[in-house]
């Protein structure tokens, strides 16, 4: 839940869960100096759905957002262009039920992951974007994004820049990595961009997309130490670590619901 | 508060705050695996202390510890040897109102810190070990905190093992730094063990004193990277910096009342 | 190279590559407390291995030990039990031509893992050490690798202790990953006993194997921040991101000649 | 040394040393992309310092620099303007002898750092840049720094740009921290930059100043976490320890004549 802070807020809703025996494992909540209150609750027991939803939205004052996530794995598409190590970091996860996701299909504007997907018993969708206009090329991954359905699209390394339009379809339901420490060296050859600079310490950045390029909510993030002796090919190189953990750091927050939008900031719970 | 879990926890002590009319500014629970509930709530607004905690004890079932702490600087006595680094991260700490603590008293069995305590107008006890059996020397030392009656004592690289009669005198209130990793190299000269076995991070646990030697609860640790060419001199220069930090950090945490001690682990809320 | 340090000895080298017009790409040396100078060059041009050595082997003093290795990649053997993390991050790397090293083959005293390994084409020896004696079953093992004659054994999370007589058959041609920042929880189950110990920080290292358990020269390590909410299955969890890219970070060193073994300890240069 | 790469360069300098019976203790070089060779030998013995120079001169192609520097502690001068927490940690080490360098005098455009300075005997000079133009203000900042003749300035957070002119008095020798992880957040304010961008980590740069604000050669940096919960005022508090052992070590490279500058980057050796 969110909404506007109040007194009272976690005694209403703890309240609700305590008189029909549901027992609280987790409960984390937080307050943001503009005085939006954030709260999440993992609590076990038998009840229903609907008539809990509305128990607790009539115990608590409007404005306030409630929503009861099942603990249950997301559905998610891949996106993928040339680089491997995203994906297969994935793929692996995925393959021994580390992912708190179902992989549906992978989506590529090439073709040089499909030896690699197709170890795994994945739907691998070449949609290249030559002859293509951008709309077109969207349409087309719209296209087949609607056989799937999925609840996120992950683009592990998909090096395109995506539409509002495309994005409007997925609002805070992409998440990205990109490859530098945000926000220093948004847009394109992050690595390139570092080495010139000459910065002793590398990163990545997992976000939400927004319409804004790599300007969307930061989920996760970490860093790497390098010197003078790393060219920006071997920055690139020891990124790859570096871009495969937080990925996947961030999807483990996301699909478990533990991640919360508030302005371009996220909450994590 | 903490004690055996049981559902309504948190509805209970919410609803007592909330019909007091008390703003809950943070509140953060964890529930062991062994199923021990702890709580810190960090409420804002105006009470009776022992009015509320009469009626939070009587709301609660019995076996639940509860104490309510206003927030306020501690008092503290410093201990050291002859290192300075950590004793002048305190001081200087002190002297710019960051510590959360006012330091009463510096108590050393050399007298070579002297003058740095003194540039901060510090009661500094020189109380020599030299010529007396161990209890003599910790007899001395309590005669002086007598003086002082600090609420808590902080081992800033004090080079001697404290007896368990002198320990129980305050019971989980004594938080030293050593100067490794722990659990490794427990004892003397922790980075000459750690240079013969080659290991190429080096570290600091700051921890509460119990009666085994360097095995209470730990508070928090960190690390930095080592290699090769670092002796044992350089790895314990190199650790000065780890050290100073984790004693700062964990001490912060302490006297913010944030850590529980369950068993020989600590619970950080 | 490495023996007895001595005046002289960089020029002598260098001397000899500068007369036979090579170039030197990189150079780096050590001398370590007890006098022992080690030093690794890189260089580039056409000449004859035999001669050269010869040459370098007669400018130097005495007790000098050179070797002349050409760039190329490593021939290894894999050993796994059940885990899966450490060795699909090699066959990834593998298949991808990231690892430096070709993988032979992988043997396991389980079959779980064979599912994984027949993706990439790669034989996996099943051999159980069921109603075996030690020694049956590691003759078993050494009857295998007689087939690949492989340059290291690489040990991705093999859960079995080996024997001396086993490992003299390698000697410094082992590396093994240890889920514990060593030498804290030698043995088994160390995230367990880094649970019990209520440690804020876990990590793996990868080091030579040795005669003694958990005792080889260290090779790398890293670490991961943990709190008093990681169980010791969280603590598992979390650690095998630590141990995968620990391994592999070892293992470039080590496939790339860059590890002198210097007593119980590793020079990296 | 450093200059254009030639083949022999290690051979014709060792060569040298090596006749004047002169140890090395350790050499270390780098060849940038760009082919430009840069060499740190560090040497022991006993030698006349133009004839050595000379003859090495003689021996190497030209375009090639050579300096033979002793091993002292350099002269500075530290600038600072509110903040303590970077000139305690200079004060402290220069008075443990830890500094590498000797603090001649503290200059500030404030005057609330002068009890802190006054406690380790250092002249505080309080030059205020109020009703003075920057030009004014530099230039009576340059008188100061003519009694003392530094080799180095040391800006431990001073929030003042200086200007090409000032700068170009001590080209490549003052050594400014600034508080983000550059070239993340150039400019003022970087921690409530660092804050609205929503980042889960910050960082501090130590860096040399030219004539564009935020952009000489980086030196060193580090990072730390930090998540939702920190204010900007947070971030703040947590960076300042970032900041003095960023700063800290930088010096440490920088006093012990490690740092070769390229362009706009650093080498470390």
């Known amino acids: 839940m969110d909404g506007p802070d109040n007194k009272g807020l976690i005694y209403h809703v703890t309240g609700v869960l305590f008189r029909h025996g549901l027992n609280i494992i987790r409960n984390d909540e937080y307050v943001s100096p503009s005085r939006q209150f954030f709260m999440r609750t993992e609590f076990e027991g038998n009840f229903d759905n609907e008539a809990l939803l509305n128990e607790l939205q009539t115990t608590l ?35 021994f039920n580390e992912l708190d996701a179902d992989i549906l299909a992978v989506i590529s504007n090439y073709n040089v992951l499909q030896p690699l997907v197709s170890k795994f018993g994945i739907p691998f969708h070449y949609i290249s974007h030559e002859h293509k206009t951008r709309e077109e090329h969207e349409e087309a991954m719209l296209r087949t994004l609607a ?71 930061i989920i996760a993030q970490n860093v790497k130490e390098v010197d003078h002796r790393h060219t920006a090919a071997d920055m690139a190189t020891e990124g790859k670590d570096v871009e495969k953990l937080v990925l996947s750091q961030a999807l483990k927050l996301v699909f478990n619901d533990r991640v919360f939008i508030h302005g371009n900031r996220s909450i994590v719970l």
């Not at 996530?69 to 262009?81: D, H, L, Q, Y």
């Open 61 to 95: 004052p409007p404005g306030i957002t409630l929503r009861i996530n099942p603990k249950k794995k997301k559905n998610i598409v891949v996106f993928v262009t040339k680089e491997h190590h995203c994906l297969a970091e994935l793929l692996i996860r995925y393959a």
């Open 147 to 217: 056989i799937y359905e999925p609840e996120y699209l992950v683009l592990a390394k998909y090096m395109r820049v995506l539409t509002a339009e495309f994005v409007k379809h997925y609002p805070n339901r992409i998440v990205n990595i990109h490859h530098s420490f945000l926000p220093a060296f948004i847009g394109a050859n992050p690595y390139r961009q570092a080495y010139e600079r000459g910065v002793k310490i590398i990163g990545a950045t997992a976000h939400f997309v927004n319409n804004d390029l790599d300007e969307g909510p």
